[in-house]
C-alpha cells in the first residue's frame, strides 16, 4: 500500500504589495497511515501555512504556486475546489489552536456538528445529532446528547477543543491535521488532551499531523518530527534518535532552549537574533546569520545530509562531524 | 431573564418621564400659543376667559403635573386649534406611517443585507464595488431629490404608478391598511422606496463590514476545514455573527422613520404623522406637539427594548441568568 500523504516540492507563496512571502519553499515529506507527525517550527516558520495548504485552505494572497501534495494516490494541487470541500472533514479533518474563537460562539455545538455532518450526505437532524452525541462521549465529554444543546461559551476551554476535536473526528477521517491545539489551553489540560489524541489516532488509524512550536510536546506524542525553518525542513527523522542526536545546529538550538533538557540553575540557551523576514532571505542557507556553526560556504544552498530514515539540509551537520 | 426584563422597563419608564418633562419645557419656551389661538382684536376679557379655560395662567410645574396625571390614564389633551382629542389625531394618522416605515425598513433590510453580504464576501468583484457605489448614493443624494426623480420616472414618464396619496385601504382592527390591496400597494411602493433608500445603504455598509470581518475569522475557517458548502457558512455561521449590529440599526431606523419621515410624506402627500406634526409646529398647537412628542419617545423606548430583547435572543452569551457552566 503507498503512503497516505506524499508532498513533494510543495511551494506556498504570499504575493503582498511588499514582495512575494515565500512562507513554504520546496517541503517535501511523505505520511503513511496511522502515523504521527509532528511539525516544529518557530513562528513564522511556514508550519501552518503547510497545514492550511494540505487542506486547500490557503488564504489569499497566498497560494500554492507549485509542488504536488498526493492524498491516498490522488493529487490534490489544482483539484475543482468542489471536490475539495468534498474532502475536507470527511477524509482530512483540522483542529486549530483556540476553540473559543474556532466554535461559533451563537449556535449551539449541536447546531455545529449537524452542519458538519449535514456538509458530507445529509441525513436527517436527528440522525445527525445522533453521531454527534456519539462522538462527544468519544472524547470525554460526560452527558453529551445533553449537552448538545448548550453554547460554547457554557463549556470550559478544554471541553471546547474536546468539542472541536469531536468535529474532526466526525466522519472518521484518514488525517487530522492539529495545529498547535493545545497552546491556548491549562498545562494541565494540555496534556490530558494530548494523551487522547494520542489514544484516538491510534484506536481507530487516523494520521496525525501535529503542528507545534513546542519541540517537547511533540517528542511525547509523534512518532517521527519535522523541524521547519523559513519555509524549509531542515532536519527531519524519528523523534528519539532527532532528540538525542540532533543533525542540524537549529534544532540543536531548539532542544537546548527547551527548560526540560537543561540542568537546573543552569542559564538556558538561546538562538540569537530572530526568524528572517521571508522577503528578504539570505542567500545560501537562511540559518546562517544565526548559526554558531556558519562559515562562507553557507552563503551557498545547503546540500541534503542524509542518515538512514534521516535527513538534514546543512554544510556543516552535527553528527557527521562527530562521527 | 426576567429580573432583565423588570429592570430594563423600570428604565425605560424613567426615560419616559425624563422625556416628557423636556418636552414639556421646551414646548413651553417656545412661545405662547394664545397670540396664534385667538384674534389679536378679541377683547382683553375674551383673552384673560381663553387662557384660563386652557389652563395657561398656571405656573408651569402646575401644568406640568396636570398634564402627568391626564397622561397616565391614557389622555394627551385636546388640540388646541382642532378641538379633537390628541390621541384621536394622532391615532388616525399613525398606521398610514407604521406602513410606510415598516415597509421602507424591511426593503432596506431584505434587499440591504443580502448585498452587503455578498460585498462583503467577493470585496474584489465588479459587482461588489457597483453595489458599494450605489451605497454611497444612497448615503449622499438628498431624500427629497430621489422622491422627485422616483415621481417624475414611474408616475410621470412611465405612468406605472400613482404619484401620491395613500389611495385605497382596507380595514382591519378598525384601521386603515394598504399593503393588503394589490392597488394599496401600488400607492406604497414609491414613498416606501424613497424612504428606504438610505437604510438599504446603511444595511449594505453594516452587512459588509460584518460580514468581511467575519470571514477572516477561525469560526469561519473552521467551518471550511469540516467541508461545509461556502453558502451554508454563509447562511447559518456569518448571518447569525453580524446580526447584532444590524437589529440595532433596524430598530433605530425603524423609530426614526416612524417619526420623521416627514420629507417623504410630505412629497407623495402621504396622510401620516410627519404632516400632522408639522402643521401643528406652525399653528403652536402645543397638546399635539407636546402628545406626539411623548409618543415618539415612547415609541424609541419600546423599539429599544424590543432590540435589546432580540440581542438576548441572538446572543446566548448575553442572557443573564441562563443556564451557565
Known sequence: ?????????????????????????????????????????????????????????????????????????????????????????????????????????VLTIGAQ???????????????????????????????????????????????????????ALLHGPELIIADEPTTALDVSIQAQILAEMKQLAKQSGTALIWISHDLATVSSLADRVLVMYA?????????????????????????????????????????????PSLLSLPPGCPFAPRCPRATDICRSDPPVVTQPGRMALCHHPLEMAAA | MLGYIIQRLLQAALVML????????????????????????????????????????????????????????GDLGTSFVLNIPVTDLVFSRLPATLELALASVLIGAFIGIPLGVYAGYRPESPLSRGIMAFSVLGFSVPTFWIGLILILTFAVNLDWLPAGDRGPTVEVLGVGWSFLTWEGLQFLLLPALNLSLFKLAMMIRLSRAGTRE????????????????????????????????????????????????????TIFSWPGVGKLIIDSITSLDRPVMVGYL?????????????????????????????RAA
Open chain 1, 1 to 105: 500500500m503507498s503512503a497516505l500523504l506524499e508532498v513533494a516540492q510543495l511551494r506556498t507563496h504570499f504575493l503582498t504589495r511588499a514582495g512575494v512571502v515565500k512562507a513554504v519553499e520546496g517541503v517535501s515529506f511523505t505520511l503513511e497511515r496511522g502515523e504521527i507527525l509532528g511539525l516544529v517550527g518557530e513562528s513564522g516558520s511556514g508550519k501552518s501555512v503547510t497545514g492550511f495548504s494540505l487542506i486547500g485552505l490557503v488564504d489569499p494572497p497566498g497560494r500554492i504556486v507549485s509542488g504536488s501534495i498526493r492524498f491516498d494516490g490522488q493529487e490534490l494541487v489544482g483539484l475543482a475546489p468542489d471536490r475539495m470541500r468534498a474532502l475536507r472533514g470527511k477524509r482530512i479533518a483540522m483542529v486549530f489552536q483556540d476553540p473559543a474563537a474556532t466554535l461559533n460562539p
Open chain 2, 214 to 265: 467575519v470571514m477572516l475569522s477561525d469560526t469561519v475557517k473552521f467551518a471550511r476545514a469540516a467541508g461545509l458548502s461556502e453558502l451554508t457558512i454563509l447562511r447559518r455561521h456569518v448571518l447569525r455573527l453580524i446580526s447584532i449590529p444590524l437589529v440595532t440599526v433596524f430598530g433605530l431606523e425603524f423609530g426614526s422613520t416612524l417619526a420623521f419621515a416627514v420629507v417623504t410624506e
Open chain 2, 18 to 73: 425624563a422625556m416628557s418633562a423636556l418636552v414639556f419645557v421646551g414646548v413651553y419656551a417656545i412661545g405662547n400659543p394664545i397670540d396664534v389661538l385667538i384674534s389679536p382684536d378679541a377683547t382683553q376679557d375674551i383673552r384673560e376667559a381663553a387662557i384660563r379655560h386652557y389652563g395657561l395662567d398656571l405656573p408651569l410645574w402646575q401644568q406640568y403635573l396636570a398634564f402627568l396625571g391626564r397622561l397616565l390614564r
Open chain 2, 294 to 322: 411623548v409618543l415618539v419617545a415612547f415609541l424609541f423606548v419600546t423599539i429599544n427594548l424590543v432590540v435589546d430583547l432580540t440581542y438576548a435572543l441572538l446572543d446566548p452569551r448575553l442572557r443573564r441568568g441562563g
Open chain 1, 113 to 167: 456538528m449537524a452542519l458538519a455532518v449535514q456538509a458530507h450526505g445529509g441525513g436527517s437532524e436527528r440522525a445527525a445529532r445522533d453521531l454527534a452525541a456519539r462522538t462527544l462521549t468519544r472524547v470525554g465529554i460526560p452527558d453529551a446528547a445533553a449537552r448538545l444543546d448548550a453554547y460554547p461559551h457554557e463549556f470550559s476551554g478544554g471541553m471546547r477543543q474536546r468539542v472541536a476535536i469531536a468535529t
Open chain 1, 231 to 275: 519555509g524549509r525542513i531542515v532536519e527531519s527523522g524519528p523523534v528519539a534518535s532527532v532528540l538525542r542526536a540532533p543533525l542540524h545546529p537549529y534544532t540543536r538550538g531548539l532542544l537546548d532552549s527547551l527548560p526540560a533538557m537543561a540542568r537546573p540553575g543552569e542559564k538556558l540557551n538561546q538562538i540569537p537574533g530572530s526568524t
